[in-house]
């Protein structure tokens, strides 16, 4: 049986036949311990994770991984601490507001440069078009379709040959990301080339795409790779900017990416940051609500200075006054009556079903696509993907210039001095198209022979009363809504906002002259009934609310419109959940079977418990072991963390004969075997702490969006092989762990509040050590129990934390200090008296 996308309540009977769940999403982070290497999925078309078939040899695996959001507190991680000098946090905390000062400024420019090549391109297009039209209309038929199709076929080779990651909008990948998955090549270079020359041939290519959710995914992208520390290719790797090389950080600077893109995308920045906390962050802080509300602002002004380079006519060639989704319709209407609240409920209702219903279509034409048009051979399915994009460029661009031509032609109202559109101008209302009269213009042209941004604008204008033929209104939607379902998933960079404001305008501005109609009001205005129809489209098809609102009033600067923007926004995407269909984003996640963790859990999760989804057989190493166990556990299992237990006589309470000392990264164990700093002769011998500081703490974090070191790339001897490790050096000591009977949901919880990797599960302790409160965390609380540390609080000396070697608790720094030496540890600390306070607070039970 199928796996079915559109339920959010998956049980077995939406598994194929002898299928199991960690087969079917082919994550490894689902079952961490268990299975070797061979019995491990590979990456399908269109991202699908299948099972490998029996009997077939072992190819490059594209393994779809886990972050590791949590701080692995070992001796390195320590020893790196007590090296950094006082003035790190300072330096530390600026060079962040930086890098989200460039990644603002450089987002900006990118959606900049995007924006104005798609004008300059379909200027030329349209200019050749209509000077062609003067003398043959199938001779400018064939110059625009051929325009059209060059371009897209440059976009999908890009695309299909160069940058895969790049296809779609990338606001799914950058969802997931978010959420801590790290899906293969989504962040890399390659993948910013292909999208932003991807989106300028898809877009200027009049496909029924928008630029804007490449542009969130753009700017993620800029994020990523300034978040890498410089590039070892090009030898620019600074020191000081290594330090954010890793996952944590990283996942900030990302989010500001995403929040940079939606804010250039739509001129949007309080806008941009809520769609991050409403739809593409999973972990949000405070502290993140200042840095990514800074970087949108960053954008608005580098997107107003660059704009206003172009303000002329002739500055920017064919940029003049398009190039950016923006309108003011302050001069539209500007109150509204108790009886316009029942056309907006209709809109709510259509544009929640009409939503719905191009998730599902669009779903299931994603499937049939991946089951039966991708399913050859790799080198002929990039083919077969360019040949689609062209394929569907033709289609469009007969519809775009045919249908204009079965609808008669409009007269001018003689109050508008601009109609129709003057010749020479590419942007703007009234297109005269074919019509013969100098005061004539079809209606129909003005919404398909322009731009996106300009259709929208035209939309929403109200210039004049009954600009729009009904017919061609409900033309335009039905061939638009056709068009944009089967574009979006070929294999060019497309977003989805500028073909649902489309569909959504079309029937809102029906709406509108219904109304007008109905009522004689000529203060009701066609072009706020528009509005009101996009909102309803966008919230029916993706389920944004909160965002959305904020990013409609950015555009219009009308608060008035706000309760009407508010209850049509709140009506649809009630509608479209109450039908059950995902909303498009999550939807293609699921088609793809990607793993993400969701805010809620399914109910049974409760009737779980943690000792039910651990992992059968679990691998796991002992404090030492030899160097060859542990290359040859890294041979047969491709899992990410090993615990660590180390073997002691039987204890008299609980009977372990073994303890758990925390959990082991892959990558920190393949920097280990490389560097061989570790490496002992006898198990027996005692590891030397300063050994901890010869490491670099930046070795052991991973490129962003790749496998990272793998272990073909160590070489050992056979001398070096019959070596040993004493792995507490490594072993993060403060992982969580969870009892076995622990129900799911609060397991589910922890994963997606904290970002966690790995977890262990572990039986039920004997005894307890104490009770911790919501008073003992507390600063002051602690400040008073321990009265040495008062100098190492942040506003005593906030620098001086840096510096803290951070070895532990208390009670084991006495022993620390006799191995490191007195000039390692901090003079002002009494290790004596902190050690007989940390005795009296354990059996502190409140």
């Not at 989106?199 to 800029?222: Q, R, Y």
């Not at 009904?470 to 061939?479: D, E, K, S």
Request: one cysteine or more.
């Amino acid at each position: 049986m199928e796996f079915n996308a559109y339920k959010r309540r998956t049980g077995e009977d939406d598994q194929p036949e002898g299928t199991t769940s960690e087969h079917l999403f082919g994550f490894d982070e689902t079952n961490t311990s268990s299975g070797p290497a061979d019995d491990y999925p590979t990456m399908a078309p269109m991202g699908i994770l299948r099972r490998r078939p029996q009997g077939l040899a072992a190819e490059p695996q594209k393994v779809t991984e886990s972050l590791d959001y949590e701080i692995a507190e070992h001796s390195v991680y320590r020893a790196t601490q007590a090296k950094r000098p006082t003035w790190h946090q300072y330096r530390y905390v600026v060079i962040k507001w930086v890098l989200a000062l460039v990644v603002g400024v450089g987002t900006a420019c990118t959606a900049f440069l995007i924006n104005l090549a798609v004008e300059n391109l379909a200027g030329l297009k349209f200019s050749w078009t209509i000077g062609a039209m003067g003398h043959t209309t199938a001779g400018a038929f064939f110059l625009y379709a051929l325009f059209n199709v060059v371009l897209v076929a440059s976009s999908a080779y890009i695309v299909a040959f160069f940058a895969p990651q790049a296809t779609g909008s990338g606001i799914p990948e950058v969802k997931c990301y978010l959420n801590g998955i790290d899906l293969p090549g989504i962040l890399l270079l390659r993948t910013l080339i292909g999208k932003v020359v991807g989106s300028v041939g898809s877009v200027a290519g009049g496909l029924a795409v928008g630029k804007e959710g490449p542009l969130v995914h753009t700017g993620s992208c800029i994020a990523a790779l300034l978040s890498q520390g410089g590039s070892s290719r090009f030898h620019l790797s600074p020191k000081w900017f290594q330090e954010f090389n890793n996952e944590r950080d990283r996942r900030d600077l990302v989010t500001c990416g995403a929040c940079a893109g939606v804010a250039a995308a739509f001129r949007a920045p309080v806008g941009g940051v809520l769609f991050a906390i409403e739809e593409a962050a999973s972990f949000w802080r405070p502290q993140l609500t200042w840095r990514t509300f800074f970087t949108t602002a960053v954008v608005s002004v580098t997107i107003r200075a660059l704009m206003n380079t172009c303000a002329g006519e002739e500055d920017c060639g064919f940029f003049g006054g398009g190039g950016f989704i923006i309108f003011d319709i302050n001069d539209g209407q500007s109150k509204y009556w108790a009886y316009e609240l029942l056309p907006v409920v209709i809109l709510g209702v259509f544009g929640g079903l009409l939503g719905a219903s191009f998730n599902f279509i669009n779903g299931k034409l994603t499937q049939f696509r991946i089951k039966y048009v991708y399913k050859n051979n790799h080198s002929s399915r990039r083919l077969v993907k360019v040949f689609e994009a062209m394929l569907v460029a033709f289609i469009t661009s007969t519809f775009q210039f045919c249908l204009p031509l079965a609808f008669p032609c409009k007269t001018c109202d003689p109050e508008i001095s601009s109609c129709p559109r003057p010749s020479g101008v590419h942007y703007g209302n009234f297109v005269r198209f074919t019509c013969p009269g100098d005061n004539q213009y079809n209606d129909l042209a003005t919404i398909f022979f322009n731009t996106q941004d300009d259709a929208i604008r035209n939309l929403l204008s109200s210039e004049m009363k009954n600009e729009y033929s009904p017919g061609a209104l409900v033309c335009f939607f039905c061939f638009f809504f056709v068009l944009a379902v089967i574009t979006y998933g070929i294999s060019v960079p497309s977003g989805l906002f500028v073909p649902s404001i489309l569909c959504g305008a079309a029937y809102g501005r029906l709406m509108g002259m219904l109304m007008t109609s109905i009522t004689g009001n000529l203060e009701i205005k066609e072009g706020t009934y528009a509005l009101l129809g996009a909102a309803s489209f966008i919230a029916g098809a993706m389920r944004m609310t909160v965002s959305m609102c904020v990013i409609i009033l950015e555009l219009t600067n009308n608060l008035s419109l706000l309760p009407l923007v508010m209850f049509v926004l709140l009506v649809s995407k009630a509608v479209a959940d109450l039908t059950g269909i995902l909303p498009i984003y999550d939807l293609h996640i699921h088609i793809k079977k990607i793993p993400l963790l969701e805010h809620h859990t399914e109910k049974y999760f409760r009737h779980l418990t943690a000792s039910d989804a651990k992992s059968k057989n679990c691998v796991q190493f002992s404090r030492v072991e030899k160097v060859g166990h542990i290359v040859e556990v890294l041979k047969s299992h491709t899992h990410n963390g090993f615990p660590v237990v180390e073997s002691h006589p039987q204890d008299a309470v609980t009977n372990e004969t073994t303890t758990l000392l925390g959990v082991v990264l892959r990558n920190h164990l393949l920097v280990v075997l490389k560097k061989k700093l570790s490496f002992l002769r006898d198990p027996q011998e005692v590891v030397d702490p300063l050994v901890a500081f010869q490491y670099d703490i930046t070795e052991f974090s991973k490129p962003i969006s790749s496998q990272g070191m793998k272990l073909t790339e160590i070489s050992l001897t056979d001398e070096e092989l019959e070596m040993y490790v004493d792995l507490k050096q490594f072993v993060n000591t403060s992982s969580y762990t969870v009892q076995e009977d622990m129900s799911l949901a609060k397991v589910h919880q922890l994963f997606r509040g904290l970002g966690l990797r790995h977890l262990c599960v572990v039986p039920k302790p004997a005894n307890a050590l104490g009770v911790i409160t919501r008073k003992d965390i507390l600063p002051e609380h602690v400040e008073s129990e321990y009265p040495e540390v008062k100098h190492l609080s942040r506003t005593a000396s906030y620098g001086k934390l840096s510096r803290s070697p951070s070895f532990g608790s208390y009670s084991k720094q006495k022993e620390l200090s006799g191995h490191l030496g007195d000039n390692l540890m901090p003079r002002q600390l009494d290790f004596d008296s902190g050690s007989s306070h940390g005795e009296s607070n354990g059996n502190n039970v409140i």
